[in-house]
Nanobody, 121 residues
Framework: QGHLVESGGGTVQPGESLRLSCTASGSTLDYYAIGWFRQAPGKDREGVSCINMLDGSTYYADSVKGRFTISRDNAKKMVYMEMNSLKPEDTAVYYC??????????????WGQGTQVTVSA
């Protein structure tokens, strides 16, 4: 069974940027779409972005539109999320996710271990 591994989290000040990376292992047939969820303390998990690995179509939550950009490198089986103009409310654990065999990221059934993003002055 394949795995998803995130990297790139950290602590930044409001207005700064971070780039998260997700490396997918295993069969490429498992990964029609890969995306990002996040969970802030005391809040439910929230879908942030998603990219279709075949056609490159993307989805963004309203809260990050215009600030976050998701991209892919199929040859490397990697997905990236560039996060600009970060706000304190973006503070959360960010998870790379997929739903095996699905072209969408909703109701993911495979999760990475998570990476912490903290935005604080």
């Amino acid at each position: 069974q394949g795995h998803l591994v995130e990297s790139g989290g950290g602590t930044v000040q409001p207005g700064e940027s971070l780039r998260l990376s997700c490396t997918a292992s295993g069969s490429t047939l498992d990964y029609y779409a890969i995306g990002w969820f996040r969970q802030a303390p005391g809040k439910d998990r929230e879908g942030v972005s998603c990219i279709n690995m075949l056609d490159g179509s993307t989805y963004y939550a309203d809260s990050v539109k215009g600030r976050f950009t998701i991209s892919r490198d199929n040859a490397k089986k990697m997905v990236y999320m560039e996060m600009n103009s970060l706000k304190p409310e973006d503070t959360a654990v960010y998870y790379c996710v997929t739903r095996v065999g699905s072209p969408f990221c909703s109701e993911p059934d495979r999760w990475g271990q998570g990476t912490q993003v903290t935005v604080s002055a």
